[in-house]
């Protein structure tokens, strides 16, 4: 359990994916430090530790968003007479944190920015960017997990009540192996969703061209995650003859996640855009180098001493990083334990929901007048 008292006092009303295992994990991070918390999302799914979870409009179309506004504040004051709720928590700007802060209630309102929803959607309409607009300027608390979504949020709302907040890695399960990866192959592990953004296609174009130079690694690359390209990787792999040496895992649990990470000897993140990404923090965790492609949120995590950092879709840039990790097992290995040092040092996700829960206070129990307040931009 968590060194921070809890508040028996603190009823959180979330507006939320369910079906995220992010939302599953802050919610239960929450009622173990002494909080009730009710779910409201499109997604249904069950959330551990939630009282209730509240399905609205389910799909994902995006017009609804804002069609079930009436249906999502009708919800909400009806939620508001039994639950009592003492502050309202919205998970992603552009939909969920729209709906929490067009919920009715005149509650202390915090978001949650995710990373697309504040670096990508708000560049696609001058709609989207007045909804991000809006929805942070009615925020009494925002959160993100990269310091370059924190600028970008500023750029919306200058006075912003800002602060990092890691999603991060449990420390007690992503843990370095206490036994060495096998010597006899060199394993490599890709833990990013089959989706264009995630550049699945050149991690495996960069792959084909390490296991033709260095043969004699026997070289496997394991792809977790699963997604819409499925199909288009597998034919990816047959032509290139990699079917022994590229296993398709999909989508697996925590168990099966670590054991695919101690197994190998480097982890592999290369999207074309991303925050602060939890499978990297959790690579990190248990002791893998990690190669990451050239993002403001990767370069806050992967540096010189825990990896290397290569240009977006540069499949060669990406060979060329494999092959030092390859070549060079000693200093991987040192980027391994500066790695596991630096998550329990500054990512552990019990610390970042300690901070958090410790902001959640802040807002409930105010020493300085909620109007009175600066921004405060913190790591």
């Avoid at 968590?2 to 239960?28: E, K, M, N, Q, Y």
């Avoid at 009436?70 to 998970?91: C, K, M, N, S």
């Avoid at 690579?283 to 992967?302: E, H, I, K, T």
């Amino acid at each position: 359990m968590s060194a921070t008292l809890p508040d028996v006092g603190t009823r959180i009303l979330f507006f939320a994916d369910a079906s995220s295992v992010h939302t599953r994990r802050w919610v239960a991070a929450v009622v173990e430090r002494g909080a009730e918390a009710i779910v409201i999302t499109r997604q249904p799914a069950e959330v551990p530790g939630a009282t209730e979870v509240i399905a609205i409009a389910p799909g994902s179309d995006k017009l609804t968003w804002f069609k079930a506004l009436p249906e999502v504040r009708r919800v909400a004051r009806e939620v508001a007479q039994r639950f009592q709720p003492t502050l309202v928590h919205g998970h992603y700007v552009t939909s969920y944190g729209l709906w929490a802060a067009m919920c009715g209630l005149k509650l202390p309102t915090v978001l949650t920015a995710w990373g697309s929803d504040i670096l990508v959607t708000p560049r696609d309409s001058r709609l989207m960017r007045l909804v991000v607009a809006w929805s942070l300027r009615h925020a009494d608390l925002i959160t993100a997990d990269s310091l370059d979504m924190i600028d970008e949020i500023a750029r919306y709302h200058p006075a912003a009540p800002c602060h990092q907040i890691l999603w991060g890695a449990d420390t007690d399960v992503f843990t370095p192996s206490d036994t060495a990866a096998d010597p006899t192959h060199f394993d490599i592990v890709s833990l990013r969703s089959w989706e264009p953004n995630y550049n699945i296609d050149t991690i495996v174009a960069g792959f084909a061209q390490f296991a033709a130079q260095r043969p004699q690694a026997h070289a496997r690359l394991h792809l977790l995650g699963g997604g819409s390209l499925s199909e288009a990787l597998h034919a990816q792999v047959a032509e290139l003859g990699l079917q022994d040496q590229v296993q398709f895992h999909g989508r697996v649990n925590d168990v099966q996640m670590v054991q695919a990470i101690q197994q190998s000897r480097v982890s592999v993140s290369v999207p074309t855009s991303d925050a602060t990404s939890v499978s990297v923090l959790e690579s990190m965790a248990c002791g893998l180098p990690v190669l990451a492609s050239d993002l403001p949120a990767n370069r806050q995590w992967v540096d010189e001493q825990g990896g290397w950092v290569v240009p977006v879709r540069d499949a060669q840039a990406l060979t060329q990083a494999l092959l030092l990790a390859h070549d060079h097992p000693e200093q991987s290995a040192r980027m391994g334990l500066h790695n596991r040092e630096r998550i329990e040092r500054d990512a552990s996700r019990r610390g970042q929901m300690d901070a958090m829960w410790r902001l959640y206070q802040r807002l409930l129990h105010p020493t300085v007048p909620r109007q009175q307040r600066k921004r405060a931009v913190t790591g």
